[in-house]
């Protein structure tokens, strides 16, 4: 089990414990004040013991600027690590920090890790990620060699849903970190989720993609998800577009396709 879950399963079981406790009380309160020993039961209603399961089980705080300002980027993987800042640690397997060169061509920004990427602990490991790896190829650009992946939030949510604004909100300072450290020339988003979040706006990618922007002096480039693509082949082209886009960017000499 890790530090998360641990800590979701101590706050069950001392808000358990409490209950079993007062309705202790309850049958002692009943034996000493009746005349005859009562049946035990359950108690019809419970005070609130919230405020002592936090105060001897609190719940994570979200990291602050503080923690992470002056990190490493070891350091941060650190934290990450161990975060539980938002309920998706309570259903993360591990945590997806991210991988890849520092001072890369291109950072790949996605939305948050997948099933495979739960269970490895690396981003773009799955089926779309190997699309992405064709991607990249095309335009002569090797993850090994060129890139880093990092995504909006470090854990997968459930059922492969999108993160909520709050996961996001507690989780995009480590992304926002790992750019500062990583230093990369260009910035590759994929997804509308991941789009929105760097871009702090709620327009859809169809209006997004297609120009690069400015993101802290970094030109920052928007295109499909490739798991978006594997289900509507129609994005195919408009994602060459970008991908020529950006190679043309980088003085990658690509040939034209049709
Ligand atoms: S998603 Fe981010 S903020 Fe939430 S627990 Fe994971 S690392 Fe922490």
Redesign the pocket.
Known sequence: MNDANEVQARRKVLDEAFHELWGCFDMAEKVLLGDSLPERDTPKTYPDFSHLVEELAPEPTPPSGSRIDGCSLEQLGAL?SS????D??ST?KH?VFGEGVVLPKVMVIGEGPGADEDATGRPFVGRAGQYLDKWLASIELSRNRDVYIANI???RPPQNRDPSPD?MT??IA?VKRQILLVKPQTILCIGRIASQAMLGTTDGIGKLRGKFYNYDGIPLLVTYHPAGVLRNPEYRRPVWDDLQRLAKFLNIPIPSRG
Do not use: F, G
């Open positions: 990450v975060c539980m800042a938002c998706l640690c993360r945590t939030v470090k854990c996961e507690a989780c480590y």
